[in-house]
């Protein structure tokens, strides 16, 4: 930290060294950071104590095979390096059995179910991928089985194996290091007493930031909370967290200024990020991967003229709007640069940075994991994509049906209006009513249509679907604007207008359309997904191959007739509602969610996992660990238990920092009800070095 200014000027020592953001956590209350760090605390107590007890039965098990005098071998991990399971594929967190001969990995939850699979086959596993899992390894594996004594052998040869006759208990981290842990934040949970977030009244006002998304006639969640961001500045974030913590999405209006998004065009972006990198401009020619919305394919486009169709469209051969969004560009790096060097100020006034910021936030579970970690990658992210008004059916610029292990923040910081020509419109129609009239057909069971689904374009009468062509041949589309139609006829937003500077302001016009699902209609939805897969106009190998679980597969778009009907088939109905310019959008991990773009946007895109959260991912990623190995879903699973671990420690060294520090004491109030003399005295303890076994 710069010794003259600490920290608070805009020299590139101190921006770069996110000081601003440590100054304004630093000024958090002391009482306010201690009520936080038993939030996360108390979030990651459950998850290092299922560690611990899987640690505790296998060192057991592992003292009955080999004695009791067993000394259990550290593997030396990289800083960049990650071990995973070579059964489940999944990383491992900690101890795991491994072959002395080929080094073949097990984890804790794979012994776990080969034992099960070998002693018990009518068990009734949790879920369905579980015991589709379990089904998985009899079938996989008839020939590896666990002994009557729970030795584990090493699978043979064609098994990936060696056929050795034990796998050997391991370790990754400090022997008694998760034991230590539990005991510690087991005594700083049980001793602390502290306001729950439930207490606060509901006031009228809070009643007023509500906005109905929703027409659930069973069900008195249809509203969802709607704060301006200057709300949650001055009354703090009770309120966010009472309302966070039901697993509802919430939508900050106000963010920023909305004159200042002229700073967010993609070109400003695109000069900002050459000047943070030291590159010149004479990089125009630079060529990036772009994603078609019509087929998913990516393509091969010039920046610029891709930023030429951001403001004035691109369109096919056959006069249908190519949609194109960015495909890591900027990457996750130059974002953050960007951020650090050109916009220094702007994620500093960001609310709830307790929450989102990925290395300070304080209730940011994922905030803990050391800087060198494989999976510390969630700073800001830059998301530029294409968007029209019009909705086409096929091809639109949209988020397919999915949901994340992490909770996710979508800040709106630029938007530009892209309006169709008539004679594009009439096209458009055209080829709409040709793909109805194709959908009928095949409803039928004209064999003959079906291929049309393995090429998406062949239904649209083209041969050439643009991609190939000359960017100079890209028809530029007239600018305008066009009263805007919601994608669910019936969705409607009662909200208060609000006011700026004493007047309503002006009638703000979308840029994204969102559905977000409730997490207990995610059975219900996956039923409906499985039933009328045939109907969303996709190849058949695309949903057949992950049909059990097309969530994870991302592949689906619900447009407002299958909306419809899986309300009235299966009572399911999502929340609904617009993504205005300077509004953010928090989407609780676990909830599946879609998006549309109605205009050509820039999304400031920011994950990051909340105490409230964290059960939530840890039965994602046990979802995710039963699903074949070959899905995409497996490379990105979360470590949710290595991250409780770390944060965890992380948060104890934080709290004893606070407690004992004495130019604290006076703030803190040791006589103060949330610190009980029984806490203290566990803080005493907790400094001196103890040894805690798993026996």
Same mark, same amino acid.
């Given at each position: 930290?710069?010794?003259?200014?600490?920290?608070?000027?805009?020299?590139?020592?101190?921006?770069?060294?996110?000081?601003?953001?440590?100054?304004?956590?630093? /000024?958090?209350?002391?009482?306010?950071?201690?009520?936080?760090?038993?939030?996360?605390?108390?979030? $990651?107590?459950?998850?290092?104590?299922?560690? @611990?007890?899987?640690?505790?039965? /296998?060192?057991?098990?592992?003292?009955?095979?080999?004695?009791?005098?067993?000394?259990?071998?550290?593997?030396?991990?990289?800083?960049?390096?990650? +071990?995973?399971?070579?059964?489940?594929?999944?990383?491992?967190?900690?101890?795991?059995?491994?072959?002395?001969?080929?080094?073949?990995?097990?984890?804790?939850?794979?012994? @776990?179910?080969?034992?099960?699979?070998?002693?018990?086959?009518?068990?009734?596993?949790?879920?369905?991928?579980?015991?589709?899992?379990?089904?998985?390894?009899?079938?996989? !594996?008839?020939?590896?089985?666990?002994? %009557?004594?729970?030795?584990?052998?090493?699978?043979?040869?064609?098994?990936?194996?060696?056929?050795?006759?034990?796998?050997?208990?391991?370790?990754?981290?400090?022997?008694?290091?998760?034991?230590?842990?539990?005991?510690?934040?087991?005594?700083? $949970?049980?001793?602390?007493?502290?306001?729950?977030?439930?207490?606060?009244?509901?006031?009228?006002?809070?009643?007023?930031?509500?906005?109905?998304?929703?027409?659930?006639?069973?069900?008195?969640?249809?509203?969802?909370?709607?704060?301006?961001?200057?709300?949650?500045?001055?009354?703090?974030?009770?309120?966010?967290?009472?309302?966070?913590?039901?697993?509802?999405?919430?939508? $900050?209006?106000?963010?920023?200024?909305?004159?200042?998004?002229?700073?967010?065009?993609?070109?400003?972006?695109?000069?900002?990020?050459?000047?943070?990198? =030291?590159?010149?401009?004479?990089?125009?020619?630079?060529?990036?991967?772009?994603? %078609?919305?019509?087929?998913?394919?990516?393509?091969?486009?010039?920046?610029?003229?891709?930023?030429?169709?951001?403001?004035?469209?691109?369109?096919?051969?056959?006069?249908?709007?190519?949609?194109?969004?960015?495909?890591?560009?900027?990457?996750?790096?130059?974002?953050?640069?960007?951020?650090?060097?050109?916009?220094?100020? !702007?994620?500093?006034?960001?609310?709830?940075?307790?929450?989102? @910021?990925?290395?300070?936030?304080?209730?940011?579970?994922?905030?803990?994991?050391?800087?060198?970690?494989?999976?510390?990658?969630?700073?800001?992210?830059?998301?530029?994509?294409?968007?029209?008004?019009?909705?086409?059916?096929?091809?639109?610029?949209?988020?397919?049906? @999915?949901?994340?292990?992490?909770?996710?923040?979508?800040?709106?910081?630029?938007?530009?209006?892209?309006?169709?020509?008539?004679?594009?419109?009439?096209?458009?129609? +055209?080829?709409?009513?040709?793909?109805?009239?194709?959908?009928?057909?095949?409803?039928?069971?004209?064999?003959?249509?079906?291929?049309?689904?393995?090429?998406?374009?062949?239904?649209?009468?083209?041969?050439?679907?643009?991609?190939?062509?000359?960017?100079?041949?890209?028809?530029?589309?007239?600018?305008?604007?066009?009263?805007?139609?919601?994608?669910?006829?019936?969705?409607?937003?009662?909200?208060?207008?609000?006011?700026?500077?004493?007047?309503?302001?002006?009638?703000?016009?979308?840029?994204?359309?969102?559905?977000?699902?409730?997490?207990?209609?995610?059975?219900?939805?996956?039923?409906?997904?499985?039933?009328?897969?045939?109907?969303?106009?996709?190849?058949?190998?695309?949903?057949?191959?992950?049909?059990?679980?097309?969530?994870?597969?991302?592949?689906?778009?619900?447009?407002?007739?299958?909306?419809?009907?899986?309300?009235?088939? !299966?009572?399911?109905?999502?929340?609904?509602?617009?993504?205005?310019?300077?509004?953010?959008?928090?989407?609780?991990?676990?909830?599946?969610?879609?998006?549309?773009?109605?205009?050509?946007?820039?999304?400031?895109?920011? =994950?990051?996992?909340?105490?409230?959260?964290?059960?939530?991912?840890?039965?994602?990623?046990?979802?995710?660990?039963?699903?074949?190995?070959?899905? /995409?879903?497996?490379?990105?699973?979360?470590?949710?238990?290595?991250?409780?671990?770390?944060?965890?420690?992380?948060?104890?060294?934080?709290?004893?920092?606070?407690?004992? =520090?004495?130019?604290?004491?006076?703030?803190?109030?040791?006589?103060?009800?949330?610190?009980?003399?029984?806490?203290?005295?566990?803080?005493?303890?907790?400094?001196?070095?103890?040894?805690?076994?798993?026996?």
């Amino acid at each position: 930290m710069c010794p003259a200014c600490r920290g608070i000027c805009n020299c590139r020592v101190c921006v770069r060294s996110d000081n601003s953001i440590k100054v304004r956590i630093r /000024e958090i209350p002391v009482l306010d950071k201690l009520q936080y760090l038993h939030s996360l605390l108390s979030a $990651v107590l459950p998850v290092v104590k299922q560690i @611990h007890q899987e640690q505790c039965f /296998e060192v057991e098990l592992e003292k009955k095979l080999r004695g009791v005098d067993i000394d259990l071998p550290r593997i030396k991990l990289g800083a960049d390096e990650q +071990m995973c399971c070579n059964l489940c594929r999944i990383p491992i967190t900690d101890y795991h059995r491994r072959c002395p001969i080929c080094s073949y990995d097990l984890c804790l939850n794979c012994c @776990h179910d080969l034992r099960e699979a070998t002693s018990d086959y009518n068990k009734e596993p949790q879920t369905e991928l579980a015991k589709a899992y379990d089904q998985n390894i009899l079938s996989k !594996f008839p020939h590896w089985r666990s002994n %009557d004594n729970g030795n584990i052998p090493c699978p043979p040869k064609e098994y990936g194996g060696c056929g050795y006759s034990s796998l050997n208990l391991s370790r990754i981290f400090k022997r008694n290091w998760v034991a230590k842990l539990v005991k510690n934040v087991e005594e700083m $949970v049980g001793g602390c007493k502290i306001n729950n977030a439930d207490d606060l009244p509901e006031t009228q006002l809070n009643a007023l930031r509500l906005r109905k998304c929703s027409h659930r006639e069973t069900s008195d969640d249809n509203y969802l909370y709607c704060p301006a961001s200057e709300d949650l500045m001055k009354d703090g974030i009770g309120n966010f967290r009472k309302h966070w913590k039901t697993g509802k999405p919430i939508i $900050v209006k106000q963010v920023f200024d909305r004159s200042s998004s002229s700073s967010w065009d993609p070109l400003v972006i695109w000069r900002g990020i050459l000047e943070t990198t =030291d590159e010149k401009m004479k990089d125009e020619n630079r060529v990036v991967r772009a994603i %078609d919305c019509l087929d998913g394919s990516e393509i091969d486009i010039e920046l610029s003229y891709f930023m030429t169709g951001y403001t004035e469209g691109r369109t096919h051969e056959n006069g249908w709007p190519q949609l194109l969004k960015l495909k890591d560009w900027p990457s996750p790096s130059a974002s953050e640069e960007f951020l650090l060097y050109q916009r220094p100020e !702007f994620i500093g006034k960001l609310p709830l940075l307790q929450y989102i @910021h990925s290395k300070w936030g304080l209730l940011n579970v994922a905030a803990k994991l050391p800087h060198y970690s494989l999976q510390n990658d969630v700073g800001p992210k830059i998301y530029i994509s294409y968007g029209i008004n019009h909705e086409l059916g096929r091809g639109d610029s949209v988020t397919n049906l @999915h949901f994340n292990m992490r909770d996710m923040v979508y800040l709106l910081v630029h938007t530009s209006e892209v309006m169709l020509k008539d004679w594009q419109r009439t096209k458009i129609e +055209m080829i709409q009513k040709e793909y109805k009239e194709l959908e009928v057909k095949e409803s039928r069971g004209d064999n003959q249509m079906c291929s049309s689904r393995s090429s998406p374009n062949s239904a649209f009468g083209t041969e050439n679907n643009g991609l190939d062509l000359d960017p100079n041949q890209s028809k530029s589309l007239d600018q305008g604007f066009e009263n805007h139609s919601s994608s669910d006829g019936n969705m409607v937003n009662h909200e208060l207008p609000f006011k700026q500077n004493g007047n309503f302001s002006e009638q703000m016009h979308p840029g994204v359309l969102w559905d977000v699902f409730r997490r207990q209609d995610v059975p219900k939805l996956n039923e409906y997904l499985k039933t009328h897969r045939n109907e969303f106009g996709k190849p058949d190998d695309i949903l057949n191959e992950y049909v059990t679980w097309p969530l994870y597969d991302g592949a689906i778009f619900l447009d407002r007739h299958q909306k419809r009907k899986l309300k009235e088939e !299966f009572g399911v109905e999502p929340w609904s509602f617009e993504q205005n310019l300077g509004e953010a959008i928090f989407v609780p991990a676990g909830c599946p969610f879609q998006a549309r773009n109605v205009q050509s946007t820039v999304q400031l895109g920011l =994950d990051f996992l909340s105490p409230e959260s964290l059960g939530e991912a840890v039965r994602l990623a046990e979802e995710v660990r039963s699903l074949p190995n070959e899905h /995409e879903a497996k490379p990105q699973v979360l470590e949710v238990g290595k991250i409780s671990l770390y944060a965890a420690s992380s948060s104890i060294k934080e709290v004893q920092k606070l407690v004992l =520090d004495p130019k604290l004491g006076a703030e803190i109030g040791y006589g103060d009800p949330n610190l009980t003399a029984m806490v203290s005295e566990n803080y005493e303890k907790m400094v001196k070095q103890r040894q805690i076994t798993c026996a």
